[in-house]
């Protein structure tokens, strides 16, 4: 089974102007693609792994050969934390940004007190990853925690359960924002989708 790059549910100009058209176009269709060529170039050799899902590959990382171990780690997480990724976020006029409602806002509650709180908290774990990374809120069992991963490191290898992501390479914002990623983590709040956080929950 050869991995696909996934279809976005939005056009690269629907999350203006707070994640401009064209970085999401190189993103998507540049640096995730190449994560995918990688990925299925390494699994050529091994055809044992052909039949494994993204998931389960990542989550096999201790008992796969060391001459694939790295090549799925970093493209296979690389794929896996995109595609995820992509999911997290909708333009404003489709529902995109503000604060959510029902029950991830429990959950929000109940984890960091208030909305807030866990925004400010969630912002500042993603300005404090060093060089390239990713942010995540992860459920540990009912309880939200926010956690960071480096390079293309993400939760599933350590069998934990994600629902929200941020990527913080200077890749996803740096044509746009240079190297205030601040402002772009500032931006993003008003594209997150939180029906689709919600649904991770």
């Not at 780690?73 to 595609?83: C, I, P, Q």
């Not at 926010?146 to 890749?171: M, R």
Request: glycine share 6%.
């Amino acid at each position: 089974m050869k991995f696909e790059l996934p279809q976005l549910g939005y056009e690269y100009s629907a999350l203006e102007p707070f994640l401009d058209e064209k970085t999401m176009e190189i993103h998507h269709s540049k640096h995730h693609q190449t994560y995918v060529n990688n990925l299925n170039a390494a699994l050529e050799k091994h055809p044992e792994l052909a039949e494994m899902t993204i998931e389960k590959l990542l989550q096999s990382l201790d008992t796969l050969l060391e001459d694939i171990r790295m090549a799925v780690k970093n493209h296979g997480g690389g794929h896996f934390n995109h595609s995820f990724f992509w999911t997290m976020m909708q333009s404003p006029q489709q529902g995109g940004g503000g604060e959510p409602q029902g029950m991830i806002a429990e959950a929000i509650k109940n984890s960091f007190g208030d909305f807030t709180t866990f925004k400010d908290s969630f912002s500042k774990a993603s300005l404090s990853v060093f060089g390239s990374g990713w942010a995540w809120v992860i459920n540990e069992n009912g309880k939200l925690e926010i956690i960071t991963t480096s390079n293309q490191e993400c939760p599933i290898s350590k069998n934990q359960k994600p629902i929200l992501v941020l990527d913080v390479w200077e890749h996803a914002y740096y044509l746009n924002y240079q190297n205030r990623r601040a402002d772009y983590i500032s931006a993003w709040w008003s594209v997150v989708d939180w029906n689709a956080v919600e649904k991770n929950l």
